[in-house]
């Protein structure tokens, strides 16, 4: 088999099975409890990281839509998963916003995110473009993605400005919120190694899970968690467990993939996002909102998402072609499939249920 470039390295699959003690055989959907389901996926392995063993099975409820791992990992062995991963170098975004950035192009984003940032959230980041209005019209998609770099957080005010961030791995996101946007920001992360390299960064990070912490109930204005909550066993009873820390009107912010997205209809099973074992639970839009009703949020907002399609459909065709999904660059793209990304993306909009992420806002209601 030949590769496009010396760049893309070809890997397989560890080989193997996962040790059958570790494994957790459910029969029913670990959201609504409903045996009635379809077989989606058969045979997934990592082909992403390459260092967990077994094949996978993954179904999807036929009453909720939740696609789920059966048998998964079980939580003492889950850790096998995480041997190689990408959260435990140390990483500063907070320069981003404030700190001076090399090349007209790279200054005139910083410039446009930040005036987008200013109309919106009531920041003062300088420098900044204050005309982004009007740019809007033909920047809708920078908008948005300017919009999650900050998760939607309007600038602090004083006594609803305690933030926690869930699974911060190295912690990027805290030391952003804290250093540039100004809150009184945590993180929590379950992985030794990813907290060291966070307090290196000289932030607070809590070592446990959202399931065991002595966290203070009630005390945070915004929790968020990027890319966390398909990673976890039960994110229903997590779900609640947030809820029960946010103050009375508090937001949870949630950023997960999508199993309704484009990359996912196009590549099936080599569909990047899968990431088995590793994403236990996949939700579309309906599964989330399930979801979150359950763990008792009663308002909540699905947000616009841009960008990342390219980028899903290139490593996907890399896990089909048998390349590490993570050497691969733009230029080794094959024509036709950066055409039908491309297409992908200019169909995509805030409304559709194919986008790669789905971004939600769920509040705690006053009571
Ligand atoms: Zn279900």
């Given at each position: 088999m030949s590769?496009?470039?010396p760049?893309?390295?070809?890997?397989?699959?560890?080989?193997?099975e996962?040790?059958?003690?570790?494994?957790e055989?459910l029969?029913?959907?670990?959201i609504?409890?409903?045996e009635?389901?379809n077989?989606m996926h058969d045979?997934l392995r990592?082909?992403?990281?390459?260092?967990a063993?077994?094949?996978?099975?993954?179904?999807?409820?036929k009453n909720?839509d939740?696609?789920?791992?059966?048998?998964?990992p079980n939580s003492?062995?889950?850790?096998?998963?995480?041997?190689?991963?990408y959260?435990?170098?140390?990483a500063?975004r907070?320069?981003?916003?404030s700190?001076?950035?090399?090349g007209?192009?790279?200054?005139?984003?910083?410039?446009l995110?930040n005036?987008?940032l200013?109309?919106?959230?009531?920041?003062?980041?300088?420098p900044?473009?204050?005309?982004?209005?009007?740019?809007?019209?033909?920047?809708?998609?920078?908008a948005w993605?300017?919009?999650?770099?900050?998760?939607?957080l309007?600038?602090?005010?004083?006594g609803?400005?305690?933030?926690?961030?869930i699974?911060?791995g190295?912690?990027?996101?805290?030391?952003?919120?804290?250093?540039?946007?100004?809150?009184?920001?945590e993180?929590?992360?379950?992985?030794?190694?990813?907290?060291?390299?966070?307090r290196r960064?000289?932030?607070?990070?809590?070592?446990?899970?959202?399931?065991?912490?002595?966290?203070?109930?009630?005390?945070y204005?915004?929790?968020?968690?990027?890319?966390v909550?398909?990673?976890?066993?039960?994110?229903?009873?997590?779900?609640?467990?947030?809820?029960?820390?946010?103050?009375?009107?508090?937001?949870?912010?949630?950023?997960i993939?999508n199993?309704?997205?484009?990359s996912?209809?196009?590549?099936?099973?080599n569909?990047l996002?899968?990431?088995?074992?590793?994403?236990?639970v996949?939700f579309n839009r309906?599964s989330?909102?399930?979801s979150?009703?359950?763990?008792?949020?009663?308002?909540?907002?699905?947000k616009p998402?841009?960008?990342f399609?390219?980028?899903?459909?290139?490593?996907s065709?890399?896990?089909q072609?048998?390349?590490?999904?993570?050497?691969?660059?733009?230029?080794?793209?094959?024509?036709?499939?950066?055409t039908?990304?491309?297409?992908?993306?200019?169909?995509?909009?805030?409304?559709?249920?194919?986008?790669?992420s789905?971004?939600?806002c769920?509040?705690?209601?006053?009571a």
């Amino acid at each position: 088999m030949s590769f496009p470039s010396p760049r893309c390295i070809p890997r397989f699959a560890p080989s193997g099975e996962w040790p059958e003690g570790g494994l957790e055989h459910l029969g029913r959907c670990p959201i609504c409890s409903s045996e009635d389901r379809n077989l989606m996926h058969d045979n997934l392995r990592d082909r992403v990281f390459f260092v967990a063993p077994g094949s996978w099975r993954m179904w999807r409820c036929k009453n909720c839509d939740v696609g789920y791992l059966d048998p998964r990992p079980n939580s003492k062995t889950i850790g096998l998963a995480y041997a190689s991963y990408y959260t435990h170098e140390t990483a500063s975004r907070a320069n981003h916003i404030s700190g001076p950035r090399s090349g007209l192009v790279r200054r005139l984003r910083q410039a446009l995110r930040n005036g987008e940032l200013n109309r919106s959230y009531n920041y003062h980041f300088e420098p900044s473009i204050s005309s982004f209005g009007v740019l809007r019209v033909f920047a809708k998609r920078k908008a948005w993605e300017a919009d999650a770099f900050v998760r939607h957080l309007p600038a602090p005010k004083p006594g609803s400005d305690q933030l926690l961030d869930i699974g911060c791995g190295n912690g990027e996101f805290v030391e952003l919120a804290q250093k540039a946007l100004g809150y009184r920001a945590e993180g929590l992360e379950l992985d030794a190694r990813a907290v060291e390299a966070a307090r290196r960064l000289g932030i607070c990070v809590h070592h446990g899970s959202v399931d065991q912490n002595d966290l203070p109930l009630q005390s945070y204005a915004h929790v968020t968690l990027c890319h966390v909550l398909e990673h976890l066993h039960h994110p229903v009873s997590a779900l609640s467990n947030i809820r029960s820390l946010l103050q009375p009107g508090g937001r949870v912010w949630i950023e997960i993939p999508n199993l309704d997205a484009a990359s996912h209809r196009q590549f099936g099973a080599n569909a990047l996002l899968l990431d088995s074992p590793r994403h236990l639970v996949m939700f579309n839009r309906k599964s989330l909102q399930i979801s979150l009703e359950m763990a008792g949020f009663t308002s909540l907002a699905f947000k616009p998402v841009g960008g990342f399609i390219e980028e899903a459909y290139l490593q996907s065709w890399a896990i089909q072609s048998g390349i590490d999904p993570y050497s691969v660059e733009i230029a080794d793209f094959p024509a036709h499939l950066k055409t039908a990304a491309r297409r992908s993306a200019d169909a995509d909009s805030s409304r559709s249920l194919q986008v790669e992420s789905l971004i939600v806002c769920a509040y705690r209601d006053n009571a």
